[in-house]
C-alpha cells in the first residue's frame, strides 16, 4: 500500500484552531437562545460537539482517496447533485422553511444539498478543462458546455430561491475559468451579458432590493430591513480592541437574530474585540495561503484547478460573511467556513478540505519539497 505524506500541519492546525474556536463561540452565543427554545441550554451546542468530528473524519477519509478516483467519479457525481437538487424542490420531498425551498428534512437533522453539489461543480469544471485543453479555445466546445452545467445549477438555485449562492457558484467558476485558459475576450463577454441578467434577478423580489437598500443605509429603516445589520454593527462597534470578554456579550441575548450562525463574527467580535477578529483572519488567510501555495506547486492541471476552485470558495464565503457582518458588503444569509453553526456546510466545507488534502497527501516527494520550501 502506498505511503501518504502526512497532512500540512500548518493547514491542519488552522482548522482545529478554527473549530475550536467556533466550538467556543457557538457555546457562547447559544445557551441563552436553545435554553428558551428547546428548554435545554445545551442542546445546540451539543449538537455541534457531534457534527465537528463528523466533518473531520469525513475529511480525514477523503484525503486518504487518490485524485484519479475523483477525476473518474466526476460524471456519476454530477448526475447524482443536479437529482438532489432537483428532488429538494418537490413538495413532498423537500422541506419548505421560511418561504423556500432548500432542504430535505430528515430524523433529527435537515440537510442542504447545494452544499454538497456545490464541490461536485468544482470537481467538474476541473476535470473538464483537465481533460479537453486544446477544445477550450473554441466556445462551442470550451466555455458552453462548462455553461450549460453552471446555468443549470443557476436554475435550480433560482427556483429554491437561493440568490446568493448562484452569485457565489459562478464568481468561483469564472476565477476558475480564468485560470485555467479559458480565453478572456470569452469571459469578458460573458460577464458583459451576465450582469444585465443578475440585475434583472436582484430587483424581480422587493425583499432583494431591500437588502441591498439596507446595505447601503441601514439606518434608513432600524427596525425593518437595516435591523440585523444595525445590531451587528453594534457589536463590532462595542467590543472595542479586547472586546467585553468571552460569554458577555448583550447582543447575542435576542437582539441579534441567529447570533451562532450567519453572524457568529459578530459575537465574536463584541466579546473578544479587535483582537479576536485578527486572529479569525489570520487563521483563514494561513489556511487560504497554504491551500493556493500547494496549487501554484501542483503539477497536474486537474489537481491544481481542483485545489484552485476549493480555495476560492471558501475564500470567497469568508469575505462575504464577514463583509457582510461588518456592513462592508449587502447582508447575505451566508455562513462562515468552520465557523457558523449549521451542519450541511460544515459538511460542505470538510469536503473541500478533504479534496484538498487528497491532493497534497497524494503528490509526488518531488513536488511535496517544492511547496514546502
Not at 56 to 76: C, E, H, K, T, Y
Request: proline share 6%; charged share 10%; glycine share 10%.
Amino acid at each position: 500500500m502506498k505511503r501518504l505524506a502526512p497532512p500540512d500541519p500548518l493547514m491542519l492546525g488552522c482548522v482545529l484552531l478554527l473549530a475550536a474556536l467556533s466550538i467556543t463561540m457557538v457555546a457562547s452565543a447559544s445557551l441563552s437562545i436553545s435554553e428558551v427554545r428547546y428548554h435545554d441550554s445545551f442542546r445546540i451546542i451539543s449538537h455541534w460537539l457531534v457534527y465537528m468530528p463528523l466533518g473531520f473524519g469525513l475529511m480525514w477519509w477523503m484525503s486518504r482517496i487518490d485524485i484519479n478516483w475523483w477525476q473518474a467519479a466526476v460524471l456519476p457525481m454530477l448526475a447524482t447533485g443536479i437529482v438532489l437538487m432537483a428532488l429538494v424542490l418537490v413538495p413532498s420531498i423537500g422541506a419548505e422553511i421560511n418561504g423556500a425551498r432548500r432542504w430535505f428534512s430528515l430524523p433529527g437533522i435537515t440537510l442542504q444539498p447545494v452544499e454538497l453539489f456545490k464541490p461536485v461543480v468544482i470537481l467538474y469544471m476541473a476535470y473538464y478543462m483537465s481533460a479537453f485543453p486544446e477544445r477550450l479555445k473554441r466556445f462551442s466546445t470550451g466555455l458552453a458546455p462548462m455553461l450549460v452545467v453552471l446555468g443549470l445549477a443557476v436554475l435550480l438555485l433560482l427556483l429554491q430561491p437561493d440568490f446568493g449562492n448562484c452569485a457565489l457558484l459562478a464568481a468561483v467558476c469564472l476565477g476558475m475559468w480564468f485560470i485555467g485558459g479559458v480565453p478572456l475576450y470569452q469571459l469578458l463577454i460573458l460577464i458583459g451579458s451576465m450582469l444585465p441578467a443578475g440585475i434583472i434577478i436582484l430587483v424581480a423580489e422587493p425583499y432583494r432590493l431591500r437588502r441591498l437598500l439596507s446595505f447601503m443605509d441601514p439606518g434608513a429603516d432600524p427596525l425593518g430591513s437595516g435591523y440585523q445589520l444595525m445590531q451587528s454593527m453594534l457589536a463590532f462597534g462595542s467590543g472595542g480592541l479586547h472586546g467585553t470578554g468571552l460569554g458577555q456579550g448583550v447582543q447575542k441575548l435576542f437582539y441579534l437574530p441567529e447570533p451562532f450562525t450567519d453572524f457568529i463574527a459578530a459575537v465574536l467580535a463584541e466579546e473578544l474585540g479587535l483582537a479576536g477578529t485578527l486572529v479569525l483572519i489570520a487563521l483563514f488567510a494561513t489556511l487560504l495561503w497554504r491551500g493556493l501555495r500547494l496549487a501554484m506547486h501542483t503539477h497536474d492541471t486537474f489537481a491544481r484547478l481542483l485545489v484552485t476552485g476549493c480555495m476560492l470558495l471558501l475564500a470567497a464565503t469568508f469575505t462575504i460573511n464577514l463583509g457582510a457582518a461588518m456592513g462592508i458588503l449587502p447582508t447575505k444569509g451566508m455562513p462562515m467556513p468552520f465557523m457558523s453553526y449549521g451542519g450541511s456546510a460544515l459538511i460542505g466545507n470538510f469536503i473541500l478540505l478533504g479534496l484538498v488534502f487528497s491532493v497534497q497527501r497524494h503528490q509526488p516527494k518531488n513536488a511535496r519539497r517544492e511547496a514546502k520550501s
